[in-house]
C-alpha cells in the first residue's frame, strides 16, 4: 500500500527543532521514503507570523531542489504548525500563516503542558464560520484533553478534527499519551494520523506496528484511510467526510 501522505513533519532545515542542515534533511526524507512516504507536507513550528510563510516557502523548495537532484521520490508540500493564539484568524486573513497546501485546513496547535487559553472554543468557531477547518495535532499529548475527554467533544462538534502520533498508538510516546489515543480510537475521534517526525530515527519506526493495529481495531483498509485516503483529500481541500463520534466518558 506505499503511496503514503505525511500531514505532519519537521523536515525543512534550520527553521525549528527539525533537522538542523540540509544533510540532516536529506536523512529524514531517505527515512520516510523507506517506509512508504511518497509526499509531505512540512509544517515547521510558527508562532505570531514566525518564521515568515516566504521563509517557509523558501526553505521548502531548497530542499525539494536538493532531493530531486539527489533522486529521492519525495514530494513536499508547504504547511506550518500553527501554535493559537487570539490573532490567529485575523494572520490568516492577512496571509501571514499557512494552512496545509493552501487548502482550508489549519494545522492549530495547542498548549501541551499549559491550561487550554479561555478563547480556544470561541476561536475555532470563528475559523469555521470564516472557512477555515482547524487540525489539531497530537491531541493526545494535551494535558487538558487528556485530564476532560469531554473536552474532545466539544472542540470537535465546533468544527475542529484531530491529528494523533503514529507513535501514540504503539506506547512510544508514554502510557498516558497511549491510552488517551486509544480512547479516541474507539470513540472515532481519530480522524488523521501523521509521523510528527522531527529527525531520521524513533517515531517512523512505529508507522508499521501502529498501522497494523489500527488494522485489528478498526478492520481491514483502516490503516490505508489514515495513510493515504483522507490525507490525500485534505491536500486536495476535499471534505474528509468523517464518522459520528462516540460520546466520551
Known sequence: MPGYIDLHNHILPGIDDGPRTMSEAVLLARALVAVGYETVVATPHSCEGRPAPALILERLQELQEELDRLEIPLKLLPGAEQHIEPETLARLQHKEMLTL??????????????????????????????GYR????HPERTRDLQKTLKLLDRLHLLGASYQVTWG???GWLGLTVQKTARVMLKANLVHLLATDAHNAASRLLTVDKAAAYLERKLGPHSAELMLTTRPHRLINNESLDLPTPKILP
Open 101 to 130: 497546501n493552501h487548502t482550508r485546513y489549519l494545522l492549530l496547535e495547542l498548549p501541551m503542558l499549559q491550561p487550554l487559553p479561555p478563547y480556544t472554543e470561541e476561536l475555532i468557531f470563528s475559523l469555521v464560520n470564516a
Open 168 to 170: 501514540a498508538l504503539t
Open 134 to 137: 482547524p487540525v489539531i495535532p
